[in-house]
């Protein structure tokens, strides 16, 4: 018999410390099934984020870089422009350090184009700190902060960061996935191996959204969780390539996936 | 034939994997308690696994290795 799947070699023998069932786990497999595939590892540099995912940087066997809250594409964008032609530089960011501390980091690392790969984890909440509102928390969404929902009228309505990047002439590459099912996770490891190729070849500024679950925060069981993601987020956060400008789709692109 | 391994000890009994595999042949022990306090994931019918790794895809703490 053949092994058919194991662990993949840029993942450290490391138990993670996230909680049952939380998707950051397979994420990270993605990352460094990606990293493997494309052998890669010797060269590339993470940037791991503050959230639950704060501690990346014990779980990846490239070398790794903590950056303050938010600040992770500016962390970056020095390593990267330090030995640009060698080094491959991928960020791995939750949506309260993206989108709301990190938000102008995000923005700007877009609008110049920063040629590295950027894996935001979308999970509608602040996971590490206790399950408060995020910018992407949904309408209505029961949080520690909005026991009664988010009521847009008072917290504003979430940040959608791909459709909003898209807008940019500067990325490269956006795609929204989840991995809430194996056929998702399919399609997001090839959409995370997308991201790092497009960097190998110098296209420029390559992210991509993950719907995530967090449920403990959420409270709900991991099947649960997953089922919400279905049901609830992906109606709001439509799966699918926001912008790929090699392949003319995107806002004035044109191109069958303009959107 | 196919073979499912699970480190057991490793396993936090979230059974995202039970819904994953397309057999419906995994189930939380009932018996054994790991050692973070889990009743971990096994195989109930280990000659009816036929290796596509679903389980092993879906599974957040990369516990799984998967054989044919
Ligand atoms: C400058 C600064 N402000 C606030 C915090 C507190 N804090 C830690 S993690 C976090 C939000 C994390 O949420 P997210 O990025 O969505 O990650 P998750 O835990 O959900 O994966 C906040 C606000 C901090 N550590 N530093
Ligand atoms: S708090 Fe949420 S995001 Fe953080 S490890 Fe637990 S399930 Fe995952
Ligand atoms: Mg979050």
């Known amino acids: ?259 | 034939m196919a073979k499912v391994t699970f480190r057991t000890d490793e396993c936090k009994g979230c059974g995202l994997c039970i819904d994953a595999c397309p057999k419906g042949i995994l189930k939380l022990s009932e018996e054994t308690i790991n050692k973070k306090g889990h009743h971990p994931a096994e195989c109930a019918d280990p000659d009816a696994c036929v290796g596509c790794a679903s389980c092993a895809l879906m599974c957040p703490d990369c516990i799984i290795t998967v054989e044919r």
């Open chain 1, 1 to 259: 018999m053949a092994v058919v799947f194991e662990r993949p070699k840029a993942l450290l023998d490391v138990p993670f410390h996230y909680c049952p069932g939380c998707t950051h786990g397979i994420v990270h497999r993605l990352v460094a099934e990606a990293i493997d595939e494309l052998g890669i590892e010797g060269r590339t540099v993470g940037i791991a984020p503050v959230g639950c995912s704060v501690m990346a940087y014990d779980y990846f066997a490239c070398d790794m870089i903590e950056a303050a809250h938010g600040r992770a594409p500016a962390v970056a964008t020095g390593v990267k422009r330090s030995d640009p032609d060698n080094l491959i530089v991928f960020t791995y960011q939750g949506d309260g350090d993206l989108a709301s501390i990190g938000t102008a980091e995000t923005v700007h690392a877009a609008a110049r184009n920063e040629n590295i790969t950027i894996i935001f984890i979308n999970n509608a909440i602040y996971g590490m700190t206790g399950g408060q509102m995020a910018p992407t928390s949904l309408p209505g969404q029961v949080t520690q902060t909005s026991p009664y929902g988010r009521d847009p009228k008072a917290c504003g309505y979430p940040v959608k960061i791909c459709e909003m990047l898209a807008q940019l002439e500067g990325p490269e590459y956006l795609e929204r996935v989840t991995v809430n099912s194996v056929a998702h996770v399919r399609a997001a490891k090839k959409a995370i191996k997308k991201a790092f190729q497009n960097q190998i070849d110098g296209k420029g500024f390559s992210l991509i959204e993950v719907l995530s679950s967090c449920p403990t925060n959420w409270g709900m069981t991991p099947k649960k969780a997953m089922e919400w993601i279905d049901e609830k987020m992906i109606p709001y956060y439509p799966l699918g390539v926001y912008k790929d400008r090699s392949a003319g789709i995107g806002p004035g692109l044109g191109g069958k996936e303009d959107k």
